[in-house]
């Protein structure tokens, strides 16, 4: 059973860059399909980029495309987001979530995921 763990949220000025680490252990994360996710607050967690186990094809939600970019090392066994030019509307907690069956979808939900991490805090205010 792969365990995750999220790291690399922060306080950040409106046009700055993040990057989210989602480390796992327990299992090799490439047999997984990974995806990251964001809740505001007093909204709904919101599926934002997914990163597929067969070929590593990328997904993203229509409100990041050109900003979110997902990426996987596999040596260290991590899963990075990569986020520029955050807004303000970005402030959320971010969780990654891995799925070893489903894969991938151009819609991301979480129901398709079932493992998660405890999430890291981004907050984008000037």
């Known amino acids: 059973q792969v365990q995750l763990v999220e790291s690399g949220g922060g306080l950040v000025q409106p046009g700055g860059s993040l990057r989210l680490s989602c480390a796992a252990s327990g299992a090799l994360l490439d047999y997984y399909s990974v995806g990251w996710f964001r809740q505001a607050p007093g909204k709904e967690r919101e599926g934002v980029s997914c990163i597929d186990s067969s070929d590593s094809s990328a997904y993203y939600a229509d409100s990041v495309k050109g900003r979110f970019t997902i990426s996987r090392d596999t040596a260290k066994n991590t899963v990075f987001l990569q986020i520029n030019n955050l807004k303000p509307e970005d402030t959320a907690v971010f969780y990654c979530?891995?799925?070893?069956?489903?894969?991938?979808?151009?819609?991301?939900?979480?129901?398709?995921?079932?493992?998660w991490g405890q999430g890291t805090q981004v907050t984008v205010s000037s």
């Open positions: 979530a891995a799925n070893a069956i489903l894969g991938c979808t151009p819609i991301i939900h979480t129901e398709q995921y079932d493992y």
